[in-house]
């Protein structure tokens, strides 16, 4: 009879080791003396310089179930900006494939896998669509503090503490890594060392949720100005099912086996 080996010896040690490792940073200070809010406010500075914006990226909206289990849902996808008015986002997930783009004057939202789409009248600069997206359509976009025109006066302002710890590298780039604490939430940024002072990872980590669940977002293939390829910032709805807005249904990270509480 064959027998079953552990796959990963000594992996019981290793939980042990880290959750001791984490156990014993919990009271980290930061070593460095460099201001983070200045350091935020160099990337914000920089983010509001640039009219022409592309990237794409890598988000994970992690979850917590009734049993205290964590469960991360993965996602990627590309953003396009052009200030003050034209966004076009994409973002496929293991249960969504959405396009949304806004030319200034209509707002088009698509879920491909349901073949359904709705448009609105709008208008206003990307920090009025960023805000109506939010508490109108419920379709907050990834990483929508970032693109207002001043994430500094968006987020500073809250805060209640600030650390410098020092650097890290995000795909191959490295970073400065800031760590901000609010009333409801902590939040972490690592920011491209250099003249381009872009965000790398953005971390928000609710911490008055049980089980702190956190959204995480990569952003690679940085391009502004004339390296940004030229977009119609409109969406395609050819065969897809025309419904009013308030009528769209949720067609976000969760699919239909995750199921929310009934409050």
């Not at 890598?58 to 953003?79: C, F, H, P, R, Y």
Request: with cysteine; net charge negative.
């Amino acid at each position: 009879m064959q027998h079953r080996h552990n796959k990963y010896p000594g992996s019981s040690t290793s939980i042990l080791a880290l959750a001791f490792l984490v156990a014993n940073i919990a009271g980290l200070t930061a070593a460095r003396a460099d201001d983070p809010k200045a350091m935020f406010k160099e990337m914000s500075d920089y983010l509001a310089a640039q009219k022409a914006i592309s990237f794409d990226f890598d988000s994970t909206l992690e979850i917590v179930t009734d049993q205290g289990q964590k469960l991360g849902l993965a996602s990627s996808g590309a953003m396009t900006v052009n200030r003050p008015d034209k966004l076009h986002a994409r973002r496929t997930g293991g249960f969504a494939n959405i396009e949304m783009a806004y030319d200034g004057v209509t707002l088009t939202m698509l879920g491909k896998n349901a073949n359904i789409y709705a448009q609105a009248k709008a208008s206003g600069t990307i920090d009025n669509l960023v805000e109506e997206l939010r508490n109108t359509y419920h379709r907050p976009l990834p990483a929508a503090d970032l693109l207002m025109s001043n994430p500094y006066e968006q987020l500073i302002p809250l805060v209640v503490d600030a650390k410098d710890l020092g650097s890290g590298v995000i795909g191959g780039v490295e970073c400065d890594h800031l760590a901000f604490r609010t009333e409801d939430v902590d939040w972490q940024i690592w920011i491209a060392q250099g003249a381009r002072r872009y965000p790398c990872r953005y971390v928000i980590t609710s911490s008055k949720i049980a089980g702190s669940p956190q959204y995480t977002i990569d952003v690679r293939s940085w391009k502004t100005g004339d390296e940004v390829a030229k977009d119609s910032f409109k969406v395609a709805t050819d065969g897809a099912k025309e419904m009013k807005p308030g009528e769209l249904p949720d067609f976000d990270e969760l699919g239909g086996i995750y199921k929310t509480k009934e409050k």
